[in-house]
Nanobody, 123 residues
Framework: QVQLIQSGGGLVQAGGSLRLSCAAS????????VAWFRQAPGKERAFVAV???????FYMDSVKGRFALSRDNAENTVLLTMNNLKPEDTAVYYC?????????????????WGQGTQVTVSS
C-alpha cells in the first residue's frame, strides 16, 4: 500500500528555517506531482507549493522567495525548505500526491495525503 510519510516541522522563531520531508513508501514510479498544503486553526486548507515529475514548480505568492521545493526521485522524497518563516506561516502542513502529474492548487486534485505535521512560528 502506498503511503506518504511526513517528517520535519516543529517550533521556530520568526526569521528561522525549517524543512519538511514527504516520502512515498511503497511507490516505485516517479511520474507524479507532489504538493504542499497548510491549514491554520479555523481556516480552510490552503495551497502552498507543488512540484511535478519534471521539476516544474509553482508557489503561492506569499511564500515565493522564502520556500523551496526539491525532490529526490531515487528516494521518492520531496522536501519543502522554508526560510525566513513568519508567524502567519503557522499551520499544519500536509503533502499530497497527484498521479496525473499536474500542478493544481486544488486539494481535490490529489489522491494521496500525508498525515500532516505542525509548524509553529513564534514572534
Amino acid at each position: 500500500q502506498v503511503q506518504l510519510i511526513q517528517s520535519g516541522g516543529g517550533l521556530v522563531q520568526a526569521g528561522g528555517s525549517l524543512r519538511l520531508s514527504c516520502a512515498a513508501s511503497g511507490r516505485t514510479s516517479t511520474g507524479y506531482s507532489v504538493a504542499w498544503f497548510r491549514q491554520a486553526p479555523g481556516k480552510e486548507r490552503a495551497f502552498v507549493a507543488v512540484v511535478d515529475s519534471k521539476d516544474n514548480t509553482f508557489y503561492m505568492d506569499s511564500v515565493k522567495g522564502r520556500f523551496a521545493l526539491s525532490r529526490d526521485n531515487a528516494e521518492n522524497t520531496v522536501l519543502l525548505t522554508m526560510n525566513n518563516l513568519k508567524p502567519e506561516d503557522t499551520a499544519v502542513y500536509y503533502c499530497a500526491a497527484d498521479s496525473s502529474d499536474g500542478l493544481s492548487w486544488y486539494p481535490t486534485a490529489y489522491q494521496l495525503w500525508g498525515q500532516g505535521t505542525q509548524v509553529t512560528v513564534s514572534s
